[in-house]
T-cell receptor, first 113, second 119 residues
Framework: DQQVKQNSPSLSVQEGRISILNCDYT??????FLWYKKYPAEGPTFLIS?????DKNEDGRFTVFLNKSAKHLSLHIVPSQPGDSAVYFC????????????FGSGTKLNVKP | DAGVIQSPRHEVTEMGQEVTLRCKPI?????LFWYRQTMMRGLELLIY????????DSGMPEDRFSAKMPNASFSTLKIQPSEPRDSAVYFC?????????????????FGDGTRLSIL
């Protein structure tokens, strides 16, 4: 059973507009969340994180929002750029656990020029 | 600084052959993870090690899969015998895992993967 779900396999957005990528989880014990970005033929790279004690974390054009009651997090990219076109994975972990993360299946973002 | 290094980048072999994938983690990292990426299941965690010791191999699909970490700078994932359904991209990732007083988890650093095709 997947504990982290990304229900949208793909998303297409116009350059300059906002991209919103969504992620849902089922385990209420998750307390740390990450987003990774993956280009073709490369490994995923860490993008941004959020702890469960916060509901928002911002880093430049990237903001992650966490809604614990809904068990939902989202990644906002504003403004979107063609170079943001990639697959985005969300991941979650529980407490101290050897850095083990549960990953979603990914959302492919296409930013059109 | 060198990242996680995986070899080979691509492997094409016939069904029934033994396949060995290799990984060199980032120096100083003490947790190592093997993942498999497929269209159907996304990133699946196969096995992970901490301080060279396997912690959880519940993600390993079958006995045909085995993994070792003989030292802190090297790990292998072996499939014997290989089958066409094993075709996927296999990733290795590493991270630093502190002692028990550390209360959070650290992001993993991924290699560029091995694309495995079993004919």
């Amino acid at each position: 059973d997947q504990q982290v779900k990304q229900n949208s396999p793909s998303l297409s957005v116009q350059e300059g507009r906002i991209s919103i990528l969504n992620c849902d989880y089922t385990n209420s014990m998750f307390d740390y969340f990450l987003w990774y970005k993956k280009y073709p033929a490369e490994g995923p790279t860490f993008l941004i994180s959020i702890s469960s004690i916060k509901d928002k974390n911002e880093d430049g054009r990237f903001t992650v929002f966490l809604n614990k009651s809904a068990k939902h997090l989202s990644l906002h990219i504003v403004p979107s750029q063609p170079g943001d076109s990639a697959v985005y994975f969300c991941a979650a972990s529980v407490g101290y656990n050897f850095n083990k993360f549960y990953f979603g299946s990914g959302t492919k973002l296409n930013v059109k020029p | 600084d060198a990242g996680v290094i995986q070899s080979p980048r691509h492997e094409v072999t016939e069904m029934g052959q033994e396949v060995t994938l290799r990984c060199k983690p980032i120096s100083g990292h003490n947790s190592l993870f093997w993942y498999r990426q497929t269209m159907m299941r996304g990133l699946e965690l196969l096995i992970y090690f901490n301080n060279n010791v396997p912690i959880d191999d519940s993600g390993m699909p079958e006995d045909r899969f085995s993994a070792k970490m003989p030292n802190a700078s090297f790990s292998t994932l072996k499939i014997q015998p290989s089958e066409p359904r094993d075709s996927a991209v296999y990733f290795c990732a590493s991270s630093f895992n502190g002692d028990r007083t550390f209360t959070g988890n650290q992001p993993q650093h991924f290699g560029d993967g091995t694309r495995l095709s079993i004919l």
